[in-house]
């Protein structure tokens, strides 16, 4: 039997393996800029209750994720790249040590260990847990809820402990991201009180305190926000965001048809194994409706979701760990079986794919990464464009960009960065700023600060090819 000292060890030996090599070697991307730059905006003005996206509110999604960053720059001391993503990779490391400690009893020793392997080693987590984005966190604090619900129903403790704990990572999970997670939450819930007929569990005045709880913690913060900002725009814009997922709009046939199959992806390469679970294995009868259940609650939310004709792959991750659950406890208890054609000789033959899996997440992670870093290192293009705007613009002096969203270059910017929502806004001492192309021709013929003119420096162009134009006001030139 492993004990409960050597799993963490084995745990925190592949999880640090996996994400932490040239975790900030690579440049910030993607949407990266919109969970950095708002907690950067947080620190600079201290209002950690309306996140901005220069000089504009950010409606899109809550803030959690903007203030673990920011709690990390101040905790460490450094803006940099590895501060940044380090929230995504704590709280993937946290979902595995609650699955070798809060669901050891459930799953046994080596279950509880290969599920927190599993979760640590399929190339979504892995990828979403390298980066600064909302899917790492969201995700584990979905994953969390789950383990603590099944860990708790399943050891048969008291309601109050099977719905409370999970609350808490529900609650937060809604700051994370909103409410798409209690799909697959109650997808697992309503598939296990089917299967074992316990749906007084439902009634129980917990659920209900529980459910008060995890509209609380949401409350705490929005009903500040709220006040704080044009309450009418702000629900619109929360309407907007949600409407949105379920529309057509811009509705694509052939890439809404691909969302399953690359959902499935995500889970790579574990998903490979579920062909070979074999419920009739389960010794044990509650083993195997709490396969089943598993089951229903894992495939009836991802495909629901990945219908909806706004749906990305990505909104299915939450499945993740409850599919990292039934792998564990099929592995555990033999129920995973070849095919009669394709039997494979040898009693230690899962053991070995196992094996051979966590290793290719090792590589991955361990020597993968790394790697890319250095191929890519002189062709980071976010990085080259900032050092084009440090070399102009003296660090001593204001930057001011004007509507401006959240364009990952201005995390590399040396000189203090203001932002403007127009150039009729920039103060009378500004000396350099940042526009727009569409903005350009109004910044070149705006007589703003004359008898000084605004005179173009450079064009920069970001990691997307758009581009910044740069200016700085200075007397005028001859022929002017």
């Known amino acids: 039997m492993i004990s409960r000292n050597r799993s963490l060890l084995i745990v925190l030996l592949v999880w640090a393996t996996i994400y932490l090599p040239a975790l900030g070697s690579l440049a910030i991307k993607g949407e990266e800029g919109r969970r950095i730059l708002p907690a950067v905006r947080m620190i600079e003005t201290g209002d950690y209750i309306v996140p901005r996206v220069g000089s504009t509110t950010y409606f899109r999604k809550p803030p959690l994720v903007n203030w673990l960053v920011a709690v990390s720059f101040k905790v460490f001391g450094v803006r940099n790249e590895w501060t940044a993503r380090l929230p995504s990779a704590l709280s993937v490391l946290v979902v595995a040590i609650a699955f070798v400690t809060v669901a050891r009893v459930s799953l046994g ?27 790492g966190l969201y995700v584990s604090l979905s994953g969390l809820a789950i383990i603590f619900w099944l860990s708790f129903w399943s050891q048969e403790k008291s309601p109050w402990l099977i719905w409370l704990p999970a609350s808490i990572f529900l609650g937060l999970a809604l700051l994370a991201k909103g409410p798409l997670h209690l799909v697959f939450f109650y997808g697992i819930v309503f598939a296990v009180l089917w299967q074992t007929k316990r749906w007084r569990l439902l009634v129980h005045p917990a659920h209900f305190a529980a459910v008060a709880i995890m509209l609380a913690i949401f409350a705490a913060w929005a009903i500040p926000f709220l006040q704080s900002t044009t309450t009418q725009v702000a629900l619109h814009k929360w309407s907007a965001q949600f409407s949105g997922r379920l529309s057509a709009t811009g509705f694509n046939f052939l890439s809404w048809g691909q969302n399953v199959p690359r959902s499935l992806v995500y889970f790579l390469p574990w998903v490979i194994l579920f062909p070979f679970v074999r419920f009739t294995k389960f010794q044990d009868e509650a083993q195997r409706q709490l396969a089943h259940a598993l089951t229903w609650g894992i495939v009836g939310p991802l495909i629901v979701v990945n219908l909806v004709p706004g749906a990305l792959p990505r909104y299915s991750m939450p499945a993740v760990v ?10 555990a208890g033999n129920a995973l079986d070849w095919p009669h054609k394709l039997r494979l000789r040898g009693e230690g033959v899962w053991a070995k794919v196992v094996a051979g899996f966590v290793g290719l997440g090792l590589v991955i992670g361990g020597i993968g990464y790394p790697f890319t870093a250095l191929v890519l290192r002189n062709r980071q293009q976010v990085k080259k464009a900032a050092a084009e705007i440090n070399a102009i613009v003296p660090a001593s002096e204001t930057l001011y960009a004007v509507n401006s969203d959240y364009q990952p270059v201005f995390f590399y910017v040396k000189a203090p960065l203001n932002y403007a929502t127009e150039i009729t806004k920039l103060p009378a001492n500004t000396h350099y700023f940042l526009v727009q192309t569409e903005n350009e021709q109004e910044a070149i013929n705006t007589q703003k600060w004359a008898p000084r003119w605004a005179h173009q420096l450079a064009r920069i162009k970001d990691s997307h090819k758009r581009e910044m134009v740069l200016f700085e006001v200075g007397p005028p030139r001859k022929g002017r």
């Not at 599993?118 to 984005?133: C, D, F, Q, S, V």
């Open 109 to 135: 020793p080596s279950g509880s260990t290969i599920a927190a392997l599993i979760w640590l080693t399929n190339i979504g987590i892995i990828e979403k847990g390298r980066l600064i984005e909302i899917e």
């Open 322 to 331: 409850p599919a990292s659950w039934l792998l564990a406890m099929s592995y």
